[in-house]
């Protein structure tokens, strides 16, 4: 078996069970093996430590499978993926579109597969993941008994694994690769999905992450729970996830607001497909941090406030300057909530911590002017879990706020 040393001192990481090994702790750094090939871990004194997948070009050079000495092999995946499916199955009473394997969450680095109705949409992220992702694939259709999966591995996080980016049919037992026409790889990707209730279209193709924000989920029935009689802004808002929710919820009027068009055709669909009153729903396409601004000069005001925003700080280099676009649309959404007015505040900025956002928005209340307090906590839901190992999987949080 291949096997990579480590420095001495550098097995603490990996004796608290985090899973990834850097390259500046390995001691024979300089052996390459095969992109995602299965190595050992082992200690200065060589001891078994973990066995791992090998990522030759990226600065996590390995990470960790398992910390037992069993093989890797089709049976191993076989039991991580059922393990991760039946707790998703366990925890939803439907399983129409939810995360079923997070990562190392599920203690399966760089894999993530999500459902769509009866599509499964895989990203593989590593090396690891995709040596093994022929295998994996396998083994999803034989334990979901579906048929179909799309991959989107288009992440950019990939360029650092030496990896191309990769989308399309990864396996349809109807329509082979080989005879596949354009028609029948739409009927595929464009799909209706229902979530509480609510039907929302999903481009797996060309939306963003694998189609939806299925993160969101739990965020946007309590949107629906307390929107009623109230003037909704939803800032950041794609294909309307927060909007339907509000509309349903019987808002008085929401208005959604978006950079790109085609997010909003969508949302307006969304809308529609869900027999909800379109007059009650009007959209802006623009930037929220020009139009918000607009909207104080212009004295409007909102009883409820969403603001979701792409990741301004994917690691903690640009944290701060993500801390001051977050500041920025807190301090504006707080000046236009009423008195009484529910603000819900995300961030899914990995760089950016619970408590880092907490004093964000606080300093923005403060500048604003206004009173405000916390009345929940937010977080990703339950399909995306946080393994205690490894707390960089906590990356969404989200203050529900009051304006006193
Ligand atoms: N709230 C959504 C997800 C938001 S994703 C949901 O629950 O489904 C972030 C969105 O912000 C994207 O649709 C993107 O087009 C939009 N966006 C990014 N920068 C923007 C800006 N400066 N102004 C307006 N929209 C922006």
Same mark, same amino acid.
């Given at each position: 078996?291949?096997?990579?040393?480590?420095k001495?001192?550098?097995?603490?990481?990996?004796?608290?069970r985090?899973?990834?090994?850097?390259?500046?702790?390995?001691?024979?750094?300089?052996?390459?093996?095969?992109?995602?090939?299965?190595?050992?871990?082992?200690?200065?004194?060589?001891?078994?430590?973990?066995?791992a997948?090998?990522?030759?070009?990226?600065?996590?050079?390995?990470?960790?499978?398992?910390?037992?000495?069993?093989?890797?092999?089709?049976?191993?995946?076989?039991?991580?993926?059922?393990?991760a499916?039946?707790?998703?199955?366990?925890?939803?009473?439907?399983?129409?579109?939810?995360r079923?394997?997070?990562?190392?969450?599920?203690?399966?680095?760089?894999?993530?597969?999500?459902?769509?109705?009866?599509?499964?949409?895989?990203q593989?992220l590593?090396?690891?993941?995709?040596?093994?992702?022929?295998?994996i694939?396998?083994?999803?259709?034989?334990?979901?008994?579906?048929?179909?999966i799309?991959?989107?591995?288009?992440? &950019? +996080?990939?360029? =650092?694994?030496?990896?191309?980016?990769?989308? @399309?049919?990864?396996?349809?037992? #109807? %329509?082979?690769?080989?005879?596949?026409?354009?028609?029948?790889?739409?009927?595929?990707?464009?799909?209706?999905?229902?979530?509480?209730?609510?039907?929302?279209?999903?481009?797996?193709?060309?939306?963003h992450?694998?189609?939806?924000?299925?993160?969101?989920?739990?965020?946007r029935?309590?949107?629906?729970?307390?929107?009623?009689?109230?003037?909704?802004?939803?800032?950041?808002?794609?294909?309307?996830?927060?909007?339907?929710?509000?509309?349903?919820?019987?808002?008085?009027?929401?208005?959604?607001?978006?950079?790109?068009?085609?997010?909003?055709?969508?949302?307006?669909?969304?809308?529609?497909?869900?027999?909800?009153?379109?007059?009650?729903?009007?959209?802006?396409?623009? &930037? +929220?941090?020009? =139009?918000?601004?607009?909207?104080?000069?212009? @004295?409007?005001?909102?009883?409820? #406030? %969403?603001?979701?925003?792409?990741k301004?700080?994917?690691?903690?280099?640009?944290?701060?300057?993500?801390?001051?676009?977050?500041?920025?649309?807190?301090?504006?959404?707080?000046?236009?909530?009423?008195?009484?007015?529910?603000?819900?505040?995300?961030?899914?900025?990995?760089?950016?911590?619970?408590?880092?956002?907490?004093?964000?928005?606080?300093?923005?209340?403060?500048?604003a002017?206004?009173?405000?307090?916390?009345?929940?906590?937010?977080?990703?839901?339950?399909?995306?879990?946080?393994?205690?190992?490894?707390?960089?999987?906590?990356?969404?949080?989200?203050?529900?706020?009051?304006?006193?």
């Amino acid at each position: 078996m291949s096997s990579i040393v480590l420095k001495p001192g550098k097995e603490k990481s990996l004796l608290r069970r985090h899973p990834w090994i850097f390259s500046g702790a390995i001691q024979n750094g300089d052996r390459v093996f095969e992109s995602g090939e299965t190595v050992d871990v082992l200690s200065s004194d060589r001891q078994f430590l973990a066995r791992a997948s090998f990522s030759p070009h990226s600065q996590i050079r390995a990470r960790v499978w398992t910390f037992e000495d069993e093989p890797i092999e089709k049976d191993f995946f076989r039991k991580r993926i059922r393990k991760a499916i039946d707790t998703r199955y366990s925890l939803f009473d439907s399983t129409e579109a939810m995360r079923l394997i997070y990562a190392e969450s599920d203690n399966l680095p760089g894999l993530i597969v999500d459902r769509y109705g009866d599509v499964l949409v895989l990203q593989s992220l590593t090396a690891g993941s995709e040596f093994w992702k022929e295998t994996i694939a396998d083994i999803l259709l034989e334990e979901t008994g579906l048929s179909t999966i799309y991959e989107r591995s288009d992440a &950019d +996080v990939r360029e =650092l694994e030496g990896l191309p980016p990769r989308s @399309g049919v990864l396996r349809n037992s #109807i %329509i082979r690769e080989s005879d596949r026409d354009p028609n029948n790889e739409s009927q595929i990707t464009n799909i209706v999905i229902i979530e509480h209730n609510l039907k929302f279209n999903v481009s797996l193709a060309g939306g963003h992450k694998t189609g939806f924000y299925l993160d969101q989920r739990k965020n946007r029935l309590r949107v629906r729970e307390l929107a009623k009689d109230k003037d909704v802004l939803d800032c950041f808002c794609y294909t309307g996830g927060f909007t339907v929710n509000a509309l349903a919820g019987g808002a008085k009027s929401v208005l959604s607001v978006d950079s790109s068009a085609d997010a909003l055709a969508l949302c307006k669909e969304n809308i529609a497909v869900n027999d909800l009153e379109l007059s009650r729903g009007s959209s802006l396409e623009g &930037d +929220v941090f020009h =139009l918000l601004r607009k909207f104080r000069d212009e @004295g409007r005001a909102f009883d409820m #406030i %969403i603001l979701d925003p792409p990741k301004f700080a994917p690691t903690a280099a640009q944290a701060e300057k993500a801390a001051r676009g977050y500041k920025d649309i807190n301090l504006f959404a707080f000046k236009l909530l009423r008195p009484g007015g529910l603000l819900f505040t995300f961030s899914c900025s990995g760089g950016i911590d619970a408590g880092l956002f907490q004093k964000i928005v606080a300093g923005a209340a403060l500048d604003a002017g206004v009173n405000a307090q916390i009345l929940e906590y937010l977080a990703q839901a339950a399909d995306h879990p946080v393994a205690l190992n490894f707390p960089e999987g906590a990356y969404l949080k989200g203050l529900l706020c009051l304006r006193k």
